[in-house]
């Protein structure tokens, strides 16, 4: 297994199909998903065109199966693995706490580190309690809902309906 940091737009279809592939297995879903991925690239990064703070985890035949992305702003890191190589995560933690710390050194400055993750992801959850992560209430887990009664259906509010509004056409057209 090998480190190292994100290069160019070939880096950026393989971190897609390594969230296309975990996103096969129900476990892995828990993971970012490609709208994720594209938010984090339009959304936060400031130049989409030259992602920074990326680092890539390969396997030996240089398959993708793991990456770190530090928001050097908020102190938080998004990380995935491969769903066989969940263990890489401690080392993506381990590098993202160092830059992190080295950053913070830069700016004379404590950087608190912010990650995420799920109450059911019980691998994550045994790597980031033996790292000494603790709990807080903000991004502890997406949410839960029982769903050992019935779900009430849904209406929509008098006067409104639902309807098409271009034909399958127009549609074929725009999507083409």
Same mark, same amino acid.
């Given at each position: 297994?090998?480190?190292?940091?994100?290069? *160019?737009? $070939?880096? +950026?279809? *393989?971190?897609?199909?390594?969230? /296309?592939?975990? $996103? !096969?297995?129900? @476990?892995?879903?828990?993971?970012?998903?490609? &709208? %994720?991925?594209?938010?984090?690239?339009?959304?936060? =990064? !400031?130049?989409? %065109?030259?992602?920074?703070?990326?680092?890539? +985890? =390969?396997? @030996?035949?240089?398959?993708?199966?793991?990456?770190? +992305?530090?928001?050097?702003?908020?102190?938080?890191? %998004?990380?995935?693995? $491969?769903?066989?190589?969940?263990?890489?995560? *401690?080392?993506?933690? =381990?590098?993202?706490?160092? @830059?992190?710390?080295?950053?913070?050194?830069?700016?004379?400055?404590? /950087? &608190? $580190?912010?990650?995420?993750?799920?109450? &059911?992801?019980?691998?994550?959850?045994?790597?980031?309690?033996?790292?000494?992560?603790?709990?807080?209430?903000?991004?502890?887990?997406?949410?839960?809902?029982?769903?050992? &009664?019935? /779900?009430?259906?849904?209406?929509?509010?008098?006067?409104?309906?639902?309807? /098409?509004?271009?034909?399958?056409?127009?549609?074929?057209?725009?999507?083409?």
């Amino acid at each position: 297994m090998k480190s190292r940091q994100f290069r *160019n737009k $070939h880096n +950026w279809n *393989n971190l897609r199909d390594l969230l /296309i592939e975990n $996103h !096969s297995i129900p @476990e892995m879903r828990l993971n970012p998903s490609v &709208c %994720d991925l594209e938010f984090w690239r339009y959304g936060v =990064e !400031s130049d989409p %065109d030259n992602v920074s703070d990326i680092q890539l +985890w =390969e396997n @030996e035949d240089n398959k993708l199966i793991g990456f770190g +992305w530090i928001d050097l702003e908020s102190g938080k890191t %998004d990380f995935v693995s $491969h769903y066989k190589y969940r263990d890489i995560e *401690n080392d993506i933690l =381990e590098w993202s706490e160092e @830059e992190l710390r080295q950053k913070g050194k830069e700016r004379n400055t404590t /950087i &608190c $580190h912010r990650i995420q993750a799920f109450d &059911c992801d019980y691998d994550r959850l045994r790597i980031i309690r033996k790292r000494d992560y603790k709990q807080t209430d903000e991004y502890a887990y997406y949410g839960r809902k029982t769903l050992d &009664c019935d /779900i009430p259906k849904m209406s929509l509010p008098s006067g409104y309906y639902i309807r /098409i509004t271009m034909s399958l056409r127009s549609t074929s057209r725009i999507l083409a």
